[in-house]
């Protein structure tokens, strides 16, 4: 079994930033790829950002040049850097993991108020 644990969510002013972080308890170089998703309250959820084992990386055009998702292997982690942050990025943010079959995280909740 897969566990993923998210840390890093919180509550920031329109502006700021938060750094999303999923620990991993397997290996994520053996993980065909990472990602990050969100879900806001009524809304499906939707994809963030994904990151291969080569590196290569995927955003949905609405984080385009604020989001950067990176990976430490040798940490078993996966970031999530927000910068820039909108009123409509508040969502519950998951981590996600793919290795014949997804695995996800609990989430953790981001806030973007003034």
């Known amino acids: 079994q897969v566990q993923l644990l998210e840390s890093g969510g919180g509550s920031v002013q329109p502006g700021g930033s938060l750094r999303l972080s999923c620990t991993v308890s397997?290996?994520?170089?053996?993980?065909?790829?990472m990602g990050w998703y969100r879900q806001a309250p009524g809304k499906q959820r939707e994809l963030v950002a994904t990151i291969t084992t080569t590196g290569g990386t995927n955003y949905a055009e609405s984080v385009k040049g604020r989001f950067t998702i990176s990976r430490d292997n040798a940490e078993n982690t996966v970031y999530l850097q927000m910068n820039s942050l909108k009123s409509e990025d508040t969502a519950v943010y998951y981590c996600?993991?793919?290795?014949?079959?997804?695995?996800w995280g609990q989430g953790t909740q981001v806030t973007v108020s003034s």
């Open positions: 996600c993991g793919f290795f014949l079959r997804a695995y």
């Open positions: 397997r290996s994520i170089s053996s993980m065909t790829f």
